[in-house]
C-alpha cells in the first residue's frame, strides 16, 4: 500500500514528499482561524503522519505568510464551544493538542506571522518552532472571553518559565519573533524568504537520525507533563522494542505451540 502523495480536505492541506508531511491549515481569509471542522480534518492528517511508515518528521503550518493561526474562528463560536455545521459546539483543538504530542515523530511549527490565541498553543505544543522574522505570538483568551487552562498554561511555563507564561496571559500583549526567541518560546528566526527551506532542512537532518531513538526522546520530553498518560506513551516503546527479542517471542510462540515457556537461555543483565 502506498499511501497518497496529496490528500483532499477542505481547511487544510496535507502534502508528503521525502519523508516529510507538511499540514497546511488553508483558511487565510481568516488568519487561518479553525473552525471544528478544520480540526477533525487536522486529526485525521495527523493520524494519517502517525501511521504513515514513509513519514519521519511532520511539519505545521499555515497557508500565507501573515498567519500561521489566529486560533478558533469566532464567528462560530456558540455559547459553549464552537458550532460545527450540524450545530454541536466543540473544544475539539484540545484533542488536537494531545494528538500532536502522541504522534510519535517530531512535529515542527513552521510559523509565518500571526500564532494567537489556540493558533499559538498550537505551536507550543509543537515539539520544535521555527519562525520567520515577521512572526508574532501571543494569547488573547482573557480579552476575547477565553482561556486553555490545560498546555496553554501549564506547558507555556515549562516553556518559557511562570513569570513569563503569566505575562502572556495576563496582559495579552503580542511578542515579535526575536521577543520570542529570547523566552525560548521559538528555536530559530529566520528571513521570511527562508522559512521554508530552513524548516526542510531542520527535517532533512532529523530523518537522518535513529527514529527509535527520536520517538523514545519525545515520549520522554512529555512524560513528565502528562503523567500516568506519559508514562504509557515511554512504556509503550519499552514494549514495542520487547516485543522485537526473542524472549518476548518465546512467551508468545509457547502459547500459540500449547507449550510451557523456556525462557532459561535470556539472561538476567545486570
Ligand atoms: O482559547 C481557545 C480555547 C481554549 C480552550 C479550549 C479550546 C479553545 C479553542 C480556541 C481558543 C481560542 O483560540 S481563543 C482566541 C481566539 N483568537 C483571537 O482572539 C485572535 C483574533 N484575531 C486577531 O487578534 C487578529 O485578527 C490577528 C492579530 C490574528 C490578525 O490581525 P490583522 O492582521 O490586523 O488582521 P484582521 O483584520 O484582524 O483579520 C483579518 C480577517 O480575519 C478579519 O476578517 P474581515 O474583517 O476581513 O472579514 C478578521 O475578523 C478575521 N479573523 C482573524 N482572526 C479571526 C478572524 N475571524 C474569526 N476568528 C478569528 N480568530
Redesign the pocket.
Given at each position: 500500500w502506498q499511501a497518497p502523495e496529496d490528500v483532499l480536505y477542505e481547511d487544510i492541506r496535507y502534502h508528503r514528499a521525502e519523508g516529510i508531511a507538511r499540514i497546511t491549515i488553508n483558511r487565510p481569509?481568516?488568519?487561518n482561524?479553525?473552525r471544528p471542522e478544520t480540526i477533525i480534518e487536522l486529526l485525521d492528517a495527523f493520524h494519517r503522519a502517525h501511521l504513515d511508515p514513509e513519514v519521519g518528521v511532520v511539519i505545521l503550518t499555515g497557508q500565507g505568510e501573515?498567519?500561521f493561526c489566529?486560533?478558533?474562528?469566532?464567528?462560530?463560536?456558540g455559547d459553549g464551544?464552537?458550532r460545527d455545521a450540524a450545530g454541536t459546539e466543540h473544544?475539539?483543538?484540545?484533542e488536537l493538542q494531545r494528538r500532536i504530542r502522541s504522534l510519535p515523530k517530531p512535529v515542527v511549527a513552521m510559523v509565518a506571522?500571526?500564532a494567537?490565541?489556540?493558533?499559538?498553543?498550537l505551536h507550543l505544543v509543537c515539539d520544535l518552532s521555527i519562525a520567520a522574522d515577521n512572526a508574532?505570538f501571543?494569547?488573547?483568551?482573557p480579552?476575547?472571553?477565553?482561556?486553555?487552562?490545560?498546555y496553554?498554561a501549564g506547558l507555556m511555563a515549562r516553556t518559557v518559565g511562570l513569570k513569563k507564561a503569566k505575562e502572556i496571559w495576563f496582559l495579552c500583549r503580542?511578542y515579535d519573533a526575536q521577543e520570542a526567541l529570547a523566552m525560548g518560546l521559538v528555536n530559530t528566526v529566520v528571513p521570511l524568504a527562508e522559512l521554508e527551506a530552513t524548516t526542510v532542512d531542520w527535517c532533512r537532518r532529523m530523518l537522518q537520525l535513529s527514529p527509535t531513538a527520536l520517538r523514545c526522546l519525545k515520549a520522554a520530553f512529555n512524560a513528565d507533563a502528562d503523567g500516568l498518560a506519559g508514562i504509557q506513551e515511554l512504556a509503550g516503546n519499552a514494549t514495542g522494542l520487547f516485543y522485537q527479542t526473542e524472549e518476548a517471542q518465546e512467551g508468545r510462540n509457547a502459547f500459540l505451540e500449547k507449550r510451557p515457556p523456556d525462557f532459561s537461555t535470556y539472561r538476567r543483565r545486570p
Open positions: 481569509e481568516v488568519r482561524a479553525f501573515l498567519a489566529s486560533g478558533g474562528d469566532q464567528r462560530v463560536r464551544g464552537y473544544l475539539n483543538v484540545l506571522g500571526y494567537i490565541g489556540g493558533g499559538h498553543v508574532r501571543g494569547q488573547t483568551g480579552k476575547v472571553g477565553s482561556f486553555d487552562a490545560g496553554g503580542q
